[in-house]
């Protein structure tokens, strides 16, 4: 067996193991869409679901829903766009803001979508042995994250040291 590094380092690597196994997960689902003929990115399915509960919001909202940075949001937008997948309008009361809705062809393929994304879901729920304590965790080291951030943790540590 190979020697995994990050593995042995344990909680001290904690966030190059969540990258690690974010970036296998991502990876195997384009896999898996390419394997099925389906011209969307992984992260498209929670910008789908969010439009499809709310019909039409600007990009700051979704990012804001989302936890994701502005300039990555732009990022995935420009792509859905791109594919024929969203459409933005301009607001009739602020003309500054773009507002964000799928389009027909979205519509259209959203049976086809949410059978897929069940199926993911399914695969996660079993790959977890059913046992879903892992989201109790994450929620914890998010809540935790947003109470004291973590250069906040890292900067307190650190002066202990230097005292």
Same mark, same amino acid.
């Given at each position: 067996?190979?020697?995994?590094?990050?593995?042995?380092?344990?909680?001290?690597?904690?966030?190059?193991?969540?990258?690690?196994? !974010?970036?296998?997960?991502?990876?195997?689902?384009?896999?898996?869409?390419?394997?099925?003929?389906?011209?969307?990115?992984?992260?498209?399915?929670?910008?789908?679901?969010?439009?499809?509960?709310?019909?039409?919001?600007?990009?700051?909202?979704?990012?804001?829903?989302?936890?994701?940075?502005?300039? !990555?949001?732009?990022?995935?937008?420009?792509?859905?766009?791109?594919?024929?997948?969203?459409?933005?309008?301009?607001?009739?009361?602020?003309?500054?803001?773009?507002?964000?809705?799928?389009?027909?062809?979205?519509?259209?393929?959203?049976?086809?979508?949410?059978?897929?994304?069940? !199926?993911?879901?399914?695969?996660?729920?079993?790959?977890?042995?059913?046992?879903?304590?892992?989201?109790?965790?994450?929620?914890?080291?998010?809540?935790?994250?947003?109470?004291?951030?973590?250069?906040?943790?890292?900067?307190?540590?650190?002066?202990?040291?230097? !005292?």
């Amino acid at each position: 067996m190979e020697k995994d590094f990050i593995k042995e380092l344990g909680y001290r690597a904690l966030d190059n193991r969540l990258k690690r196994i !974010s970036d296998k997960m991502t990876h195997d689902t384009r896999k898996f869409f390419k394997q099925i003929n389906i011209d969307v990115e992984p992260s498209w399915h929670l910008v789908f679901k969010l439009l499809r509960e709310n019909e039409s919001l600007t990009m700051v909202e979704i990012a804001e829903q989302l936890g994701y940075s502005h300039p !990555s949001m732009v990022a995935v937008l420009k792509k859905m766009k791109a594919k024929g997948y969203i459409k933005s309008e301009i607001d009739s009361v602020d003309k500054r803001k773009q507002n964000i809705k799928l389009t027909r062809k979205t519509y259209d393929k959203l049976p086809e979508l949410e059978q897929i994304w069940e !199926s993911c879901e399914n695969a996660i729920y079993k790959m977890l042995n059913e046992d879903l304590s892992i989201i109790r965790y994450l929620d914890e080291i998010e809540s935790s994250l947003k109470y004291i951030p973590l250069n906040e943790r890292f900067y307190n540590e650190y002066q202990k040291t230097i !005292s």
